[in-house]
């Protein structure tokens, strides 16, 4: 089973900052099925980003992904306020299919 | 527009069972695979099973392998989890999801979940 680790825990920041989220696998994962998830409080989790850096459909343009191999990230340019949220990362190559343990981004 | 609508989730006593269903619409459901990922009370995600788009190829997780029953009836745009045996760590919303159309693919849509509460 790959195991995700991300980084940090938590992120303090305020808005119109820019967010940097880690994501490492315990073995190497094809960067064509790695995504990243946001999640609110109270809400199902919404995909951001797939294939490591792709956009999903109405994404905006201030969420980035990017990595290869055992390292990810996620990059929110400027945080706006309804960023501020819980993100997962997930390798989806490899069956059991596995999520991250999560990064709080808050103010 | 896509929808993924969540139903039977309650309060069973361990060791008791349940059945969740997923009611899709929106989509040509039988050109999808099928996921339940379920998430414990302030706990990340946990993918629980995978379904093909026929039916024909079923994945578990393991700590519920043995316990649950994926299924899917094309016909009626529905999948189902039965959930045997159940323990507290069990406890959890139990979300349906899509995959994407070029399996394997990420998870594009989700329902807003349905929860599962295992205590006596």
């Known amino acids: 089973e790959i195991v995700l680790t991300q980084s940090p825990g938590t992120l303090s920041l305020s808005p119109g900052e820019r967010a940097t989220l880690s994501c490492r696998a315990s073995q190497s994962v094809s960067s064509s099925y790695f995504a990243w998830y946001q999640q609110k409080p109270g809400q199902a989790p919404r995909l951001l980003i797939y294939a490591a850096s792709s956009r999903a459909t109405g994404i905006p343009d201030r969420f980035s992904g990017s990595g290869s191999g055992t390292d990810f990230t996620l990059t929110i340019s400027r945080l706006e306020p309804e960023d501020f949220a819980v993100y997962y990362c997930?390798?989806?190559?490899?069956?059991?299919?596995?999520f991250g343990q999560g990064t709080k981004v808050e103010i | 527009e896509v929808h993924l609508v969540e139903s039977g989730g309650g309060l069973v006593k361990p060791g008791g069972s349940l059945r969740l269903s997923c009611a899709a619409s929106?989509?040509?459901?039988?050109?999808?695979?099928m996921i339940w990922v379920r998430q414990a009370p302030g706990k990340g995600l946990e993918w629980v099973s995978s379904?093909?788009?026929?039916?024909?190829?079923?994945y578990y997780a393991d700590s519920v392998r043995g316990r649950f029953t994926v299924s899917r009836d094309n016909a009626k745009n529905s999948q189902y989890l039965l959930m045997n045996s159940l323990t507290a760590e069990d406890t959890a919303v139990y979300y349906c999801a899509r995959e994407g159309f070029h399996t394997p693919d990420p998870y594009d849509y989700w329902g807003q979940g349905t929860l599962v509460t295992v205590s006596s």
């Open positions: 379904i093909s788009r026929s039916g024909d190829y079923i």
């Open positions: 997930q390798q989806y190559g490899s069956s059991p299919k596995t």
């Open positions: 929106g989509f040509i459901f039988s050109s999808y695979s």
